[in-house]
């Protein structure tokens, strides 16, 4: 028996948090600005455990700069029994957060380097967690080549934002969308229809993958087919995690858990595991 | 160290520690079971202590993971609290071995479960040699010896009269010199008839198991790469009734939930046992799910215990109990799913 750890900190002990500010994206996904009561400090890519207080508790990776650490912005598209609930809920009261759990991205591993992001749907937001940490060392990468697709124009999540993005110096932005309306004038079609022609150096290229498992799945087919290595596609496995401290055995892949292990992992480490995509 | 005590000493003893250790030994249940099933009770100060020839019903996991526990108050730093100490006889070596998977889990990897830990800490495991086995035991097969050599506090191995105890941790040695007047230093003969006696069981335990055809150990991980899209798992699977039970009952299944509950204003987080065999098991909110069919979850069970802990602690986790194919009202056997996939699969290799 290993008891070499003298620490009596509670891993479950869920701290306080206020609902500050509620911001509606689209009609199924609102960011919610968190004000935590006691330091809270996460790493781009990592996820926290969020708590309606005597209700329920469900895994998101925040959507905030983690350089900002007085609040926490998670975006959450209404999916389940949580987010309505969530989304149903008013500024001010108190919810819980455990963590940060996971790795996150490895920012080191990117420096140097074109990073192509790829998101789908509500998958842009830990990549705007991603973005901004990536915006704010901007000298440490070679291009920041941002590729989105939602199902519709109504869709799309950080609409003002995507413009701003895409004026900055060294980034590259693209949106589509599934299904086309007179509202919008951009590009239709999936996301893998704007993976065409990366104006990237794929000797020095990492892509970063987050969306739905099946958006995912076709679009690191279409990088495999580009001529990504799979050691440089980045992908966001969506798990159900409960504890995310490796403990509860949930959100297993493999010989992996998706919440101390990942939950980004490359294709590499995916790629000869049964059924990832499900 | 070596020590032997008479029985009457021994139940002297445990009655002394009943006054500052919550106690618990498995008990003969009567039941009227073929076998008779032995079941963990809180040590009465009036009876005397019985000796448990096989492994109780229990894992030894229900002392240290509860199926429901409260593990953390909104929003206090409150301190942890533990149920205070225990001493735990009657506990086999396959427990202790399958407890090395509980402790993996809640004492390492990321961060440590520290009420896990303060059980842990507080309890004292007094540990016996196997004198009888169930039709169900199947240690040897796994390398696991009907007797302990580590990982307990103190080992009482039955002589024809009294029992040699072992000392096997310096909190127990401590325990015995308090007491010294219960015990002797054994003498080479009293442990040279232990060995006889621990000789005598494998050789009883091997012969009852050699007409099963049990897998070798080090082919398991193998069985569950090459097996994966066998369709073992839909045959066993077709009597499984998700009941957990399996994984309820495993000394090495560690699998839990957190949950919320309210009591009056104060909200609580709680933990509850969780089971793979649960069709809401991998559930993600939207409702997709990756263990859809009980075939995958069955499978599930077996790539956890026989891949993922080969791969992350290097041994596979079961430690040959039996206790899930006891409880099983599918009647799926562990031994049974392992045979067939390597029939299936070494189907060449037979004569």
Same mark, same amino acid.
């Given at each position: 028996?290993?008891?070499?750890?003298?620490?009596?900190?509670?891993?479950?002990?869920?701290?306080?948090?206020?609902?500050?500010?509620?911001?509606?994206?689209?009609?199924?996904?609102?960011?919610?600005?968190?004000?935590?009561?006691?330091?809270?400090?996460?790493?781009?890519?990592?996820?926290?455990?969020?708590?309606?207080?005597?209700?329920?508790?469900?895994?998101?990776?925040?959507?905030?700069?983690?350089?900002?650490?007085?609040?926490?912005?998670?975006?959450?598209?209404?999916?389940?029994?949580?987010?309505?609930?969530?989304?149903?809920?008013?500024?001010?009261?108190?919810?819980?957060?455990?963590?940060?759990?996971?790795?996150?991205?490895?920012?080191?591993?990117?420096?140097?380097?074109?990073?192509?992001?790829?998101?789908?749907?509500?998958?842009?937001?830990?990549?705007?967690?991603?973005?901004?940490?990536?915006?704010?060392?901007?000298?440490?990468?070679?291009?920041?080549?941002?590729?989105?697709?939602?199902?519709?124009?109504?869709?799309?999540?950080?609409?003002?934002?995507?413009?701003?993005?895409?004026?900055?110096?060294?980034?590259?932005?693209?949106?589509?969308?599934?299904?086309?309306?007179?509202?919008?004038?951009?590009?239709?079609?999936?996301?893998?229809?704007?993976?065409?022609?990366?104006?990237?150096?794929?000797?020095?290229?990492?892509?970063?993958?987050?969306?739905?498992?099946?958006?995912?799945?076709?679009?690191?087919?279409?990088?495999?087919?580009?001529?990504?290595?799979?050691?440089?596609?980045?992908?966001?496995?969506?798990?159900?995690?409960?504890?995310?401290?490796?403990?509860?055995?949930?959100?297993?892949?493999?010989?992996?858990?998706?919440?101390?292990?990942?939950?980004?992992?490359?294709?590499?480490?995916?790629?000869?595991?049964?059924?990832?995509?499900? | 160290?070596?020590?032997?005590?008479?029985?009457?000493?021994?139940?002297?003893?445990?009655?002394?520690?009943?006054?500052?250790?919550?106690?618990?030994?498995?008990?003969?249940?009567?039941?009227?079971?073929?076998?008779?099933?032995?079941?963990?009770?809180?040590?009465?100060?009036?009876?005397?202590?019985?000796?448990?020839?096989?492994?109780?019903?229990?894992?030894?996991?229900?002392?240290?993971?509860?199926?429901?526990?409260?593990?953390?108050?909104?929003?206090?730093? @409150?301190?942890?609290?533990?149920?205070?100490? &225990?001493? !735990?006889?009657?506990? *086999?070596? =396959?427990?202790? $071995?399958?407890?090395? +998977?509980?402790?993996?889990?809640?004492?390492?990897?990321?961060?440590?479960?520290?009420?896990?830990?303060?059980?842990?800490?507080?309890?004292?495991?007094?540990?016996?040699?196997?004198?009888?086995?169930?039709?169900?035991?199947?240690?040897?097969?796994?390398?696991?010896?009907?007797?302990?050599?580590?990982?307990?506090?103190?080992?009482?191995?039955?002589?024809?009269?009294?029992?040699?105890? @072992?000392?096997?941790?310096?909190?127990?040695? &401590?325990? !015995?010199?308090?007491? *010294?007047? =219960?015990?002797? $230093?054994?003498?080479? +003969?009293?442990?040279?008839?232990?060995?006889?006696?621990?000789?005598?069981?494998?050789?009883?335990?091997?012969?009852?198991?050699?007409?099963?055809?049990?897998?070798?150990?080090?082919?398991?991980?193998?069985?569950?790469?090459?097996?994966?899209?066998?369709?073992?798992?839909?045959?066993?699977?077709?009597?499984?009734?998700?009941?957990?039970?399996?994984?309820?009952?495993?000394?090495?299944?560690?699998?839990?939930?957190?949950?919320?509950?309210?009591?009056?204003?104060?909200? *609580?987080?709680?933990?509850?046992?969780?089971?793979?065999?649960?069709?809401?098991?991998?559930?993600?909110?939207?409702?997709?799910?990756?263990?859809?069919?009980?075939?995958?979850?069955?499978?599930?069970?077996?790539?956890?215990?026989?891949?993922?802990?080969?791969?992350?602690?290097?041994?596979?986790?079961?430690?040959?109990?039996?206790?899930?194919?006891?409880?099983?009202?599918?009647?799926?056997?562990?031994?049974?799913?392992?045979?067939?996939?390597?029939?299936?699969?070494?189907?060449?290799?037979?004569?």
């Amino acid at each position: 028996m290993k008891l070499e750890h003298p620490s009596m900190k509670n891993i479950y002990r869920p701290i306080e948090a206020s609902i500050e500010e509620i911001i509606t994206e689209t009609p199924t996904i609102k960011t919610f600005i968190l004000r935590p009561k006691e330091p809270f400090v996460f790493r781009t890519g990592q996820f926290i455990e969020l708590s309606l207080p005597g209700i329920g508790e469900a895994p998101f990776t925040p959507s905030s700069d983690p350089n900002k650490t007085e609040t926490i912005d998670v975006t959450i598209m209404n999916a389940g029994r949580i987010t309505s609930l969530l989304h149903a809920s008013k500024n001010n009261i108190s919810v819980g957060i455990r963590g940060p759990y996971g790795k996150g991205y490895p920012l080191d591993v990117f420096k140097g380097k074109d990073i192509v992001i790829v998101g789908g749907g509500v998958g842009l937001a830990p990549l705007r967690s991603l973005l901004f940490s990536l915006f704010g060392d901007i000298d440490s990468y070679r291009k920041v080549v941002l590729r989105y697709g939602a199902r519709t124009a109504n869709d799309i999540v950080f609409k003002q934002a995507l413009p701003e993005w895409s004026k900055r110096e060294k980034v590259d932005v693209v949106t589509t969308v599934d299904i086309g309306d007179p509202s919008w004038s951009g590009n239709v079609g999936l996301v893998t229809t704007i993976l065409k022609d990366l104006p990237v150096d794929l000797n020095k290229t990492v892509a970063v993958v987050c969306g739905p498992p099946i958006m995912m799945k076709f679009v690191t087919l279409k990088l495999l087919d580009t001529g990504f290595k799979p050691q440089d596609i980045y992908l966001s496995m969506e798990k159900n995690m409960s504890c995310g401290l490796g403990k509860c055995g949930h959100c297993r892949i493999g010989r992996f858990y998706a919440c101390k292990d990942g939950p980004v992992f490359t294709y590499e480490e995916m790629k000869d595991l049964h059924d990832i995509w499900d | 160290m070596v020590y032997y005590t008479e029985s009457s000493q021994l139940n002297d003893f445990i009655h002394r520690l009943a006054k500052s250790y919550r106690i618990f030994y498995p008990a003969p249940k009567t039941n009227g079971a073929k076998e008779i099933d032995y079941s963990y009770v809180q040590c009465n100060a009036k009876e005397g202590f019985v000796f448990n020839p096989y492994r109780a019903v229990e894992p030894l996991k229900v002392f240290f993971t509860y199926t429901q526990e409260e593990v953390s108050e909104y929003f206090t730093p @409150e301190p942890q609290q533990g149920p205070g100490k &225990a001493i !735990i006889f009657g506990v *086999k070596n =396959c427990d202790i $071995v399958g407890h090395r +998977i509980q402790d993996f889990v809640f004492l390492e990897g990321v961060d440590v479960d520290s009420g896990y830990r303060l059980k842990r800490e507080n309890t004292i495991l007094i540990t016996s040699d196997c004198t009888e086995f169930k039709e169900v035991c199947h240690c040897l097969a796994w390398d696991i010896m009907p007797y302990p050599t580590k990982g307990f506090d103190l080992n009482l191995s039955p002589l024809t009269e009294g029992y040699l105890v @072992e000392v096997g941790s310096p909190k127990a040695e &401590a325990l !015995i010199l308090e007491h *010294k007047d =219960c015990f002797a $230093v054994a003498k080479e +003969i009293q442990v040279s008839a232990r060995k006889a006696k621990r000789e005598s069981l494998v050789e009883r335990l091997k012969k009852h198991l050699a007409p099963q055809h049990l897998v070798p150990k080090d082919s398991v991980q193998k069985l569950m790469k090459d097996g994966y899209q066998l369709d073992t798992w839909k045959q066993f699977m077709l009597t499984c009734v998700e009941c957990g039970g399996c994984n309820f009952i495993c000394d090495t299944c560690h699998c839990f939930l957190l949950g919320e509950t309210k009591l009056g204003q104060i909200n *609580k987080k709680i933990r509850v046992w969780d089971s793979c065999l649960y069709a809401n098991y991998a559930r993600v909110a939207g409702g997709a799910n990756p263990l859809k069919t009980r075939a995958a979850r069955l499978r599930f069970r077996f790539t956890k215990k026989f891949d993922f802990f080969v791969d992350n602690l290097g041994v596979p986790a079961c430690c040959g109990c039996g206790r899930c194919i006891e409880v099983c009202p599918g009647k799926i056997d562990i031994r049974e799913v392992l045979k067939d996939l390597a029939k299936k699969l070494f189907a060449t290799n037979d004569k």
